[in-house]
């Protein structure tokens, strides 16, 4: 029930927010003339300000209360004032509450000014900005403020509010005038004011639309990430898709009024009737729908946003996927109709225009066209999904469950995929449609991993791919996961040499935990943003003098912000430690060592050495360099590639490279998707 209040006072105090930006707005666009303030309807509107002002007062007051007791846990804190104190001096929510509740008394201040004094237009626009304020202190209590508080982030949400008030909040004022500009009268040039007062605020109409279409457009991509699929089964999408739908007909009537209606209040008696009819009705209805979509989008900032939304139970037997079916021969004869058909629509709405079609012509052809393109080109689109397709990975993308992933994969999965999951095992043959190759195929950028979850726990029917619900738990299905993503990274690796590609980000490696000999422990990613990592992965005692190599250069890497780990891949003996430690001031992991190994040797290909045959064979000696972001930029193995970074003077130079760089992409995820 509080929630159901709380979305209420949250309408309320927007809509008459709202109403009284655009509302001082349109006045300010109607302050040109002193004949201007003789018009009934201004008098009217100047009369009603105040009152919102105190709505917006009211409105405020009950969203503390509801938020409040929303906040708490506990209803009754809802009407005690001792729980509001706690929640404006120790949140966030509270600060900005009481920079609205100050600028919303400011608000009522300057309409008591404005309704006691002569009007100006200079009145009108100190009252917007106001009131403009009011509103747009709010978007730092919204979700783009929640994940980063900065100018970029704010600043889209607060331009899209504030300029939908500008036009959705003017439309009353539209309506109060429809009477003075309908209604024959005795002073002419009253009603031409009018005219063109509706004239001007048409005008403005277009770009402030197009800018609140824009600005909506970018706060919902922030809000959706990559988590398109979300736009069809969250809560979050629906009440957005529920938005856009509103906001359709809205425009609709906005083009009508503006390119149809208006126009005609000049023309002769009939005609101009008509049009004061039409526009009177339809303006009533799109400040009705306005209301709704108001509401909507109360409704919509206190919903889950799409790109933290869990999706546990995809509820469509398909997707629609670019990667998955990116080029099929359907795929590119339908995207190629698609797009022509579509181009032709954007023709016809330009020929329609410049021939002056009939109105039913200009709608219905172009539309025909859109919707033709559409199922030209979204069935070839269209992939199987599944319930899990959207199921965010519980288990983490690091490297004790790709480590745990490989051990089960050698153990049930080796007799049909082969040793490295090539689809070569010595069943392979057997079947009728034989395994994928899950190594050197692009499987894991085409499907999801919860589309792998699936196949894991189900099978595939017709197939010799067995279900393993009975025989792994949830948690080993979702490490072959991680185990298939590491090993297709893996391959796509062999493109990595010892010389940094500038500004190519791409490659992300799985995240590790370590303890090494001085009881020093944390993870990779305690280095994001600070420092460089290079990871040596050694062998004992063939690693010997690669290792007091680096001895004698670590001071200079540390200068140059980067640290080095150090990970065993044999077992090592207590002495062999001792010694490997005596003099070593770079870090040797003990606890550890073995996952970091085992998942690391994935990144042993390439392309001179793609090590498809067999088991593999890993390197006796590796390193990677990772830079402060958290992707991997370059790799050196002796074996394959030569003198490379036996030359340390090289291996600072590449260093340098990734110092130079600023952040190109946020670090990677800590799961796979």
Known sequence: MIEVIGALFRWLQLASNMILVGGCVFLAIAARANTAFDSPWLTRLNRVLPWLSVTLLVGLVGLLATTTAQATGVAENAWRPGAWLDLLQKTRIGLVWMV?????????????????????????VLYATVAALTLAAGSFASHSAADELSVISVLPYALHIVLASVWLGGLPAVLSIMFAATVKRSHEEVDRFDIQTLKRFSAIALPVMVAVVATGTIVANDMV?????????????????????????????????RHIWIPSLNQNTDVSAAGGRGLRKWVTVEVMLALVLVLVATILTNAVP???????????????????????????????????????????VVLG????????????????????????????LATQAFPETYRKTPVPFDTISVANGAALFSANCVPCHGPQAKGNGVLAKTFTIPPVDLLTEPHTAKHTAGDFFHWL????????????ADKLSEEDRWDLVNFLHATSRGYQARLINPYVAPNQP????????????????????????????????????????RLSQLRQADAALRTADTVILTVPLNDLKPQDLTVITAATPFQVTTQGAPEIARSYSLFRRTLSNPDLAGEGTTPNHMEFLIDRYGYLRARWIPAVDGSGWADIAELTRQIEQLNREKEIRPPPDDHVH
């Open 100 to 124: 609205r509740a100050a600028l919303a008394l400011l608000v009522f201040g300057v309409a008591l000014y404005v309704r006691l004094s002569s009007w100006a237009r200079w009145q009108y």
């Open 225 to 257: 990430d990559t988590s398109y699929a979300a736009l069809v089964a969250t809560s979050w999408g629906w009440f957005l898709n529920t938005k856009i739908a509103l906001l359709a007909p809205i425009l609709v009537i906005g083009a009508c009024a």
């Open 306 to 348: 799409a790109k933290h939304a869990v999706i546990e139970d995809w509820p469509y037997p398909f997707r629609f996927s670019i990667d998955a079916t990116w080029g099929g021969v359907g795929m590119m004869i339908g995207a190629g109709v698609g797009v022509t058909l579509l181009i032709l629509a954007v023709g016809a």
């Open 353 to 380: 225009r410049s021939r002056r079609w009939e109105t039913k012509w200009r709608i219905a052809i172009p539309a025909i066209l859109a919707v033709g393109a559409l199922v030209a080109a979204l069935p070839p």
């Open 457 to 468: 726990t189900h099978g595939i029917p017709g197939t010799g791919m067995p279900a393993f």
């Open 506 to 545: 791409y490659m992300a490696p799985q995240n590790f935990s370590y303890s090494t000999h001085d009881g020093t422990s944390g993870t990779l990613k305690d280095f994001r943003r600070q420092k460089a990592i290079l990871l040596v992965l050694f062998s004992w005692p063939e690693s010997q003098a």
